[in-house]
């Protein structure tokens, strides 16, 4: 997504939740963070098998009306031993992730389970892209990830994602 698309998104998200926001009188309904993480994935899975991908970072959000939230995360990604996933390889993994929550009054909404589509490949460096959505009707998380990778492999497919608060670096 070039700087400009995701420039006006942002403040077109921005001017319905503040609009949103004056009428509820609440919390802003619209989060917008940051996650900068690092990680390492191995394992072998070709539909049959096991691969995960483990990192830790931080996310800054900030709101429309200027509320912030800082705190240090965890990442964890895999799939059930079948599933819609060719990955194979070990690979270290540093990654930047725009996270958008609608509709809610608290950033640590975007904390949990995100379904995701991912693809990732490094042959001693490479690149990979994760795009995903978390959802507790009525609210909304959506994930946009890209990294860049060191070692070998490949990581195509369906996956779980989870971000948790670290509690350790608390």
């Known amino acids: 997504m070039t700087t400009q698309?995701?420039?006006?998104?942002?403040?077109?998200?921005?001017?319905?939740?503040?609009?949103?926001?004056?009428?509820?009188?609440?919390?802003?309904?619209?989060?917008?963070?940051?996650?900068?993480?690092?990680?390492?994935?191995?394992?072998?899975?070709?539909?049959?098998?096991?691969?995960?991908?483990?990192?830790?970072?931080?996310?800054?959000?900030?709101?429309?009306?200027?509320?912030?939230?800082?705190?240090?995360?965890?990442?964890?990604?895999?799939?059930?031993?079948?599933?819609?996933?060719v990955a194979i390889g070990k690979f270290d993994v540093v990654g930047q992730s725009l996270n958008i929550s609608l509709f809610t009054g608290s950033p640590e909404n975007l904390l949990g389970t995100y379904i995701v589509g991912h693809a990732q490949g490094s042959v001693i460096a490479g690149i990979g892209a994760i795009t995903g959505v978390h959802s507790h009707l009525p609210e909304l998380g959506v994930t946009i990830n890209l990294q860049v990778l060191k070692g070998f492999g490949v990581n195509v497919g369906l996956s779980r994602m989870k971000i948790k608060l670290d509690e350790s670096r608390l």
Do not use: H
Request: proline share 5%.
């Open 5 to 85: 698309i995701k420039n006006i998104l942002i403040a077109g998200l921005s001017i319905f939740a503040l609009s949103q926001t004056a009428m509820a009188g609440e919390t802003s309904p619209l989060w917008t963070c940051n996650i900068a993480f690092t990680g390492e994935a191995e394992g072998f899975q070709v539909i049959l098998g096991k691969f995960e991908v483990n990192g830790q970072g931080e996310i800054n959000c900030v709101s429309p009306t200027g509320d912030t939230y800082d705190a240090p995360v965890t990442i964890e990604m895999g799939s059930a031993p079948l599933a819609a996933r």
